[in-house]
């Protein structure tokens, strides 16, 4: 796909970015977990789940509703599609025409939100999640845009500048007002507009807009309405067992099994800091045979990578829940246990749907998704009423295992390459890594 436009990948300036990505993923976990220590603490199991319903609610809203146009925006940025000049006005165009549909489908589902996920709430918590949810796809379609640019640098810092916003506001509206749900998720949504002034400020002076065209729009849509299935049946997934656990059990289990996937998903910080930087190169920059084994590469370091945080977690993970937020959560760190092999499996599955994208294969990755959320729903709607949090854990472990090795099956059977590569490693594997390293490290310091 698009093999034509470059032939080979800039394998230094790749690792380069790739490590810078990662880098500041590792200050985002130090963020997130803050964050999270922050409502954990304030808020109490009841508030936490409350909290992170709604932050949930809005992010399905606007997976479905946005159909990727943010993978969208990255190819047809790199492409040239779009020029630079009249990016700016592009995202705001998209934001306007996707914020009134979500917004009509927020309103007509409004009262089976407020019966259902809201209904340990006695606050106004509907007000909230039609503000945050622009907000939230402001950032998205900038964030996109910049990596359509290829400017990793300053996505990475604004990552980290508006993560530090949340909590900053977080504090402020916890200690100013109340410690309840309502006054965080206000205190977030305040953040969230200050962190879209940034993101207009950084996209104005990275594009320079001189021009006002909408010719590519229904070329963005359509390529957008191709990836979506995929993207938006594993996003549901994801976050399908919160309202399932919600629906049967409360706030509180809601709560504490939040904690267990905050942890959880420290295990995908690797994947995504490689996939973020993964998907323009391999779609842009790279050849059939050259994109294969450069994408088998990333594949074995990131399960390396992957299975070292494991196993620190697995180790210090009680520790670290008891000490961070206290002994009624206790039972996240469990969570964890059962969660973490399907997702170092999962982060195998993530590398392989960033070469389908990239090869033009988004049906294949549909088709996978689709299965597995299916069976993701029966194991919930079985495990959840005996079982409660851990019965979630366990139907998320067994369609994350099952999507994972379907995957990865599906990609050695397109280029046939042997298991064994993957998984054996050798004395000559971690001496490139070491070289590697030190390669990166040493352009940072020139």
């Known amino acids: 796909m698009n093999n034509s436009l470059n032939s080979n990948i800039n394998r230094s300036k ?35 789940g409350l909290y992170y319903t709604t932050a949930q609610t809005s992010g399905v809203a606007n997976n479905i509703g946005c159909i990727s146009i943010g993978e969208s925006l990255i190819y047809h940025v790199g492409t040239g599609d779009i020029a630079k000049s009249n990016l700016l006005g592009f995202v705001l165009t998209l934001i306007a025409f996707f914020t009134s549909i979500i917004f009509l489908g927020l309103y007509l589902i409004s009262p089976f939100i407020a019966e259902n996920i809201f209904k340990d709430s006695s606050e106004n918590l509907m007000l909230l999640l039609y503000l945050m949810t622009p907000l939230l796809m402001f950032e998205y379609f900038a964030t996109s845009a910049l990596r359509g ?24 509206a916890l200690t100013t007002y109340s410690a309840t749900a309502y006054y965080a998720l206000a205190g977030y949504i305040a953040a969230l507009l200050l962190n879209c002034i940034i993101y207009f400020v950084a996209l104005y002076k990275a594009a320079k807009p001189k021009a006002f065209k909408l010719n590519k729009f229904s070329s963005v849509i359509i390529y957008g309405l191709k990836v979506h299935p995929g993207i938006l049946l ?30 959880s998903q420290i295990l995908w910080y690797a994947s995504n800091s490689i996939n973020s930087v993964l998907f323009p190169n391999l779609t842009f920059s790279a050849s059939g045979e050259e994109k294969d084994m450069f994408t088998a590469t990333v594949i074995k370091y990131n399960f390396l990578i992957n299975l070292t945080i494991l196993f620190f977690l ?21 969570i964890f246990l059962i969660l973490a092999p399907g997702l170092l499996l999962d982060s195998i599955g993530r590398n392989v749907a960033t070469w389908l994208k990239s090869e033009g294969k988004p049906l294949i990755l549909s088709w996978v998704s689709f299965g597995t959320l ?29 999507r994972g090795v379907i995957l990865f099956t599906i990609y050695r059977k397109y ?28 352009s940072f310091s020139n």
């Open 14 to 48: 790749f690792g380069k970015d790739v490590a810078a990505t990662f880098f500041t993923k590792i200050l985002l976990i130090a963020l997130k977990l803050s964050s999270s220590v922050i409502t954990a603490r304030f808020l109490g199991p009841a508030g936490r």
């Open 314 to 334: 697995v180790i210090f993970g009680k520790l670290m829940v008891f000490i961070l937020y206290g002994s009624e959560y206790i039972q996240a760190y469990y």
């Open 374 to 402: 299916i069976l993701n729903i029966i194991c919930n709607f079985l495990l959840i009423p005996n079982y409660g949090l851990y019965g979630a854990a366990f139907s998320s472990l067994i369609s994350y295992i099952i």
């Open 234 to 263: 594993t996003e549901i997934e994801y976050r399908l067992d919160i309202f399932i656990l919600l629906y049967f059990l409360n706030a509180v289990a809601v709560g504490i099994y939040s904690i267990g996937v905050t942890i």
């Open 415 to 442: 280029t046939g390459i042997k298991a064994s590569y993957f998984f054996l490693w050798s004395k000559q594997d971690f001496n490139q890594i070491f070289v590697r390293a030190r390669s990166v490290i040493s």
């Open 149 to 172: 640019l290829k400017l990793f640098s300053v996505v990475n810092k604004l990552s980290l500048v508006t993560r530090l916003n949340i909590i900053i506001f977080l504090i402020l």
